[in-house]
């Protein structure tokens, strides 16, 4: 028997970091953050989901779900062997896998696993999605079990998801035109790294990645071993693969601040791999700007126009993944560049419903069209994706032409991939919203504002109609439409850069 079996739910975070695999394998536990209360709430709606699809499920079932450990398994094979048809929580193992997928489907001569997802099947839009490499991962361990084990009817799986769609994963296949690597070959992949990591064979290292880390349970740990580390992660947008690349030559931002490329750079090329000239330099400027620590100050690489207008919007939305609920649609106005002018603005789908979310997007569409000539700003390209989704799913509210209008570049502006990734340079780890306008001084009135905070207080408020839950979700969807404007008036105070006048 294996020191350590490889699981599912380890090779789904293993895409994510490596390090968290070792962490959780043989990491001190008393070092641990306490449970993120939005990773709580996945895990419970994800229960709630998959109980309410096993109930409405009309085909016969065996529901194992009761049973733990050997017996489970052995029940499961018994149940394989005289092949009844749909097989509900069982459990696999050989060599050194175990499985528990939730379905089992009997399928020509032999079983098909499957998963049962309070997500999406696929990544992207509704319908020209591709497949999610985490569950790629985990289905591809039930199947290499099954092949195992002699069991299988085929190198495919499937996802049931939250939109009640099966999602056909085929291990034969590419994973895109520009990815000839097939999934199988994918999950064979992180399986072997698996295994390489539980055998202390490879060693791994931890790495910042805002998104991910926040709601990691070894956030603060992994933190202060980075910052003591000097890790080159703690550069914005460099992350694990380019730090790998860098660090034969560089160890920490200090040292790759205070180094000198020219013998690195050789006309268009550099000896780095996969860093081009003005890559390495951008983020040779970035070490230089954050090891100046106390004295760093941000500024532009390149002049930026972003004149005062009248009429000023900043716009920030809500959205609930695990309903696919847009519950919130917030607006802060301010005229002639007076903040004491300020006004709120929002527009609430307090109903976890279609007729909820169709009515709060009319009223913003609304208000949006009647700010017809101010300046619209927003941070990151979310609010234009999800207004376009909107607008698909109530084509009566707006036009998709409607949609483009609002957020033309005469009429819109993103601050973060028009401005902030364009054209500045900041001395902090990331250039989230919350990093930018808290480094200019500005204080959410939240103890822990995020938006994944955020969609866990909407469904407490669902839960109970408590209306200090709603207050709390208004007070921080005001605040980031309020850091919006921070960072916007923070940027037109920015410096050129002497190198670059």
């Not at 997928?101 to 049962?116: F, K, N, Q």
């Not at 069991?151 to 000839?180: C, K, L, M, V």
Request: overall charge negative; charged content about 25%.
């Amino acid at each position: 028997m294996p020191s350590h079996f490889i699981t599912a739910s380890m090779l789904y975070n293993l895409v994510s970091c490596e390090h968290r695999l070792y962490l959780d394998t043989f990491g001190d536990t008393s070092l641990r953050d306490e449970p993120n209360a939005f990773i709580q709430l996945l895990w419970e709606k994800g229960t709630l989901f998959e109980q309410e699809v096993i109930r409405k499920l009309e085909t016969p079932f065996l529901d194992l779900s009761c049973y733990r450990g050997e017996e489970k398994e052995q029940r499961t094979r018994n149940a394989m062997n005289e092949r009844i048809p749909l097989i509900y929580s069982g459990r696999l193992s050989v060599d050194d896998l175990l499985g528990e997928p939730d379905l089992l489907r009997h399928e020509g001569t032999g079983y098909v696993a499957g998963d049962i997802k309070s997500g999406s099947g696929e990544e992207g839009d509704e319908g020209k999605g591709k497949l999610k490499k985490t569950y790629a991962v985990q289905l591809g361990l039930y199947t290499d079990i099954l092949e195992r084990i002699q069991y299988s009817a085929g190198r495919w799986s499937f996802i049931w998801d939250i939109h009640d769609n099966e999602i056909r994963y085929d291990f034969s296949q590419p994973q895109g035109t520009r990815t000839p690597q097939t999934w199988w070959e994918l999950y064979n992949t992180f399986r072997q790294r698996a295994r390489d990591i539980l055998e202390q064979a490879h060693t791994t290292q931890p790495a910042y990645s805002s998104g991910i880390c926040k709601l990691c349970h070894w956030y603060r740990p992994c933190l202060l071993n980075l910052q003591k580390q000097q890790d080159l992660t703690l550069l914005p947008e460099l992350g694990r693969s380019k730090r790998d690349a860098l660090r034969t030559y560089f160890s920490t931002i200090h040292g790759f601040a205070t180094s000198q490329l020219d013998t690195l750079i050789h006309g268009k090329n550099t000896d780095i791999p996969g860093i081009g000239v003005g890559t390495l330099q951008k983020l040779h400027a970035r070490a230089k700007l954050v090891s100046a620590g106390k004295q760093a100050r941000p500024y532009l690489r390149k002049a930026v126009d972003l004149p005062v207008h009248q009429s000023e919007v900043f716009f920030d939305i809500e959205v609930d993944p695990l309903r696919d609920h847009t519950y919130l649609h917030g607006f802060i106005e301010r005229r002639n560049h007076d903040n004491s002018t300020e006004q709120y603005v929002a527009f609430f789908a307090e109903q976890p419903t279609p007729e909820s979310e169709q009515a709060a997007f009319a009223q913003a569409v609304r208000y949006l069209q009647q700010h017809a000539h101010s300046k619209v700003y927003y941070y990151s390209k979310y609010e234009r994706t999800m207004y376009r989704k909107l607008q698909t799913k109530y084509p009566e509210v707006c036009s998709a032409e409607d949609i483009e209008t609002l957020f033309s570049q005469e009429r819109a502006i993103d601050l973060y991939f028009d401005v902030v990734l364009k054209a500045t340079e900041w001395p902090t780890r990331d250039y989230s919203i919350k990093s930018l306008a808290k480094y200019l001084g500005f204080l959410w009135r939240d103890t822990h504002p995020s938006g994944a905070a955020s969609i866990e207080w909407f469904h407490r408020l669902v839960e109970s109609d408590d209306q200090a839950i709603r207050q709390r979700i208004l007070d921080y969807n005001e605040d980031d439409c309020i850091a919006t404007r921070v960072l916007l008036d923070g940027i037109r105070q920015l410096p050129l850069h002497p190198s670059i006048t």
